[in-house]
């Protein structure tokens, strides 16, 4: 059964360093999404894209944050100037137009800012 | 806030046993779904019940939904220790469209064999 995939699993970074995450969306799917979740809290959205371009975000996704769908099959998540808040799990989530609504997640990345 | 909160947030049950979460929202919702996530894993998806159904139902999955009480509830018959998880609500705010979902806090569940 076709699934979301996430590199890496974990990611150690130190304060104000730059960090891409990437995620291979399922093949046939058009809507992908990012969300994070700090350890203990609740699962929190923070973009939404399609058709290459955002479609949605949070006030969460300032502008330190990027998305971009390089090629045909990967969807990476960068996070410039990172902060020590910024460490959670952060997952990617992807979507098919006839049913955008269920959306299918990865693993996550673990990423700890120090 | 436009999150759900899960009641309760912990059970722990015989296998064989039903386990009920609930869940509440409080904005117009277009629809309503249930995560699962095993401990350091990934959310899989475990049913999705529109704004205008009031029950659903997938194998050992019933999911009721009040949106009158802005409330619902998953009910696991017949659990498993496979069932030993966190279970997530997730609605799509109607005022959102149906980019995102405004997930709760999640409910551990652990099957005792």
């Known amino acids: 059964e076709p699934e979301v995939t996430q590199t890496p699993s974990h990611q150690v970074t130190q304060m104000g360093q730059e960090v891409i995450l990437r995620c291979v969306p399922i093949?046939?799917?058009?809507?992908f999404y990012w969300y994070r979740q700090i350890l203990g809290q609740k699962v929190e959205f923070l973009v939404s894209f399609y058709n290459n371009e955002i479609s949605e975000k949070s006030e969460i996704f300032d502008d330190r944050f990027s998305v971009e769908r390089p090629d045909g099959s990967n969807f990476t998540l960068k996070i410039r100037s990172t902060k020590l808040e910024d460490s959670a799990m952060y997952f990617c989530?992807?979507?098919?137009?006839?049913?955008?609504?269920?959306?299918?997640f990865g693993p996550g990345t673990r990423l700890l800012v120090l | 806030s436009q999150q759900g909160e899960e009641d309760p947030q912990a059970l722990s049950i015989q296998e064989g046993e039903n386990a009920t979460m609930n869940c509440s929202y409080k904005t117009s919702i277009n629809n309503l779904q249930w995560y699962r996530q095993n401990s350091g894993r990934g959310l899989v998806h475990l049913i999705l019940i529109r704004s205008n159904e009031r029950e659903k139902h997938s194998g050992r999955l019933r999911v009721t939904l009040d949106t009158s009480k802005k409330s619902s509830s998953l009910l696991i018959t017949a659990s498993r220790a496979a069932d030993t998880a966190s279970y997530f609500c997730?609605?799509?705010?109607?005022?959102?469209?149906?980019?995102?979902?405004?997930f709760g806090k999640g409910n551990q569940v652990v099957v005792i064999p």
């Open positions: 093949s046939n799917h058009l809507y």
């Open positions: 989530a992807s979507s098919v137009p006839r049913d955008k609504e269920t959306q299918y």
């Open positions: 997730a609605h799509s705010p109607v005022s959102y469209g149906n980019n995102r979902l405004a």
